[in-house]
């Protein structure tokens, strides 16, 4: 099964609006990550958040952390029509021999923002 | 500079058949990440290289996967006698090694079709 699980699986919402997206894991882990994909292709890194962080900003990204309920939450403020994507939480656990960082995606959230 | 290429970027091919996706890596990036996407599902984690060290191979499906990667840099995996179950998206990320831990750059990926 999934090491992060979003919710939800699909949300519309209209431009201007706010958008948030949680995720939730099992394991304990060294960081929490949130990918962006358009149209089922590559994905792009967004936001990483460690274990000992509680909030992270970046931009219009508020991302938080909550490791006693292993659950994430990313808010994207503002939203416009450009940031329809899927989006994905990836947990870190920590555990790969030589360094690496091997994560565990969700299934992720699909967000559409309707002009 | 130049991001993580991945070729092809679509093969169909007959079941029963082998195949070879290729990775090329952002160059000086240590770590090298495959992961497989079926369709509307999160990432599934194949394999990764670091260096020189032995590859982490805990993600393969199946003995019918393989991975190599030459010198360091680029990185073919090889399907033999595919099935249909094997269709998905193919996607290759890679890293820089150290501390903090390093954010993963994702190629485009192959989408392989196996009929």
Same mark, same amino acid.
């Given at each position: 099964?999934?090491?992060?699980? #979003?919710?939800?699986?699909?949300?519309?919402?209209? #431009?201007? #609006?706010?958008?948030?997206?949680?995720?939730?894991?099992?394991?304990?882990?060294?960081?929490?990550?949130?990918y962006?994909q358009?149209?089922?292709?590559?994905?792009?890194?967004?936001?990483?958040?460690?274990?000992? #962080?509680?909030?992270?900003?970046?931009?219009?990204?508020?991302?938080?952390?909550?490791?006693?309920?292993?659950?994430?939450?990313?808010?994207?403020?503002?939203?416009?029509?450009?940031?329809?994507?899927?989006?994905?939480?990836?947990?870190?656990?920590?555990?790969v021999?030589?360094?690496?960082?091997?994560?565990?995606?969700?299934?992720?959230?699909?967000?559409?923002?309707?002009? | 500079?130049?991001?993580? /290429?991945?070729?092809?970027s679509?093969?169909?091919?007959?079941?029963?058949?082998? %195949?070879?996706?290729?990775?090329?890596?952002?160059?000086g990036?240590?770590?090298?990440?495959?992961?497989r996407?079926?369709?509307g599902?999160?990432?599934?984690?194949?394999?990764?290289?670091?260096?020189?060290?032995?590859?982490?191979k805990?993600g393969?499906?199946?003995?019918?996967?393989?991975?190599?990667?030459?010198?360091?840099?680029?990185?073919?995996?090889?399907i033999?006698?595919?099935?249909?179950?094997?269709?998905? %998206?193919?996607?290759?990320? /890679?890293?820089?090694?150290?501390?903090?831990?390093?954010?993963?750059?994702?190629?485009?990926?192959?989408?392989?079709?196996?009929?």
């Amino acid at each position: 099964s999934q090491q992060g699980e #979003e919710d939800p699986q699909a949300l519309s919402i209209q #431009e201007g #609006e706010n958008a948030t997206m949680n995720c939730s894991y099992k394991t304990s882990i060294n960081n929490l990550q949130w990918y962006r994909q358009n149209s089922g292709r590559g994905l792009v890194h967004l936001i990483l958040i460690r274990s000992n #962080e509680r909030e992270k900003h970046s931009g219009r990204l508020r991302v938080t952390l909550d490791t006693s309920k292993k659950s994430s939450s990313l808010l994207i403020t503002a939203s416009r029509a450009a940031d329809t994507a899927s989006y994905f939480c990836a947990t870190d656990a920590g555990k790969v021999t030589g360094g690496g960082n091997k994560l565990t995606f969700g299934t992720g959230t699909q967000l559409k923002v309707e002009l | 500079g130049a991001g993580v /290429s991945q070729s092809p970027s679509n093969k169909v091919t007959e079941k029963g058949k082998d %195949v070879e996706l290729r990775c090329d890596p952002i160059s000086g990036h240590t770590a090298l990440y495959w992961y497989r996407q079926s369709l509307g599902q999160g990432l599934e984690f194949l394999i990764y290289f670091q260096g020189n060290s032995a590859p982490d191979k805990s993600g393969l499906p199946s003995d019918r996967f393989s991975a190599e990667r030459t010198g360091g840099s680029v990185s073919t995996l090889t399907i033999q006698r595919t099935q249909q179950e094997d269709s998905a %998206v193919y996607l290759c990320a /890679s890293s820089r090694r150290g501390v903090p831990p390093a954010e993963q750059f994702f190629g485009p990926g192959t989408r392989l079709t196996v009929l």
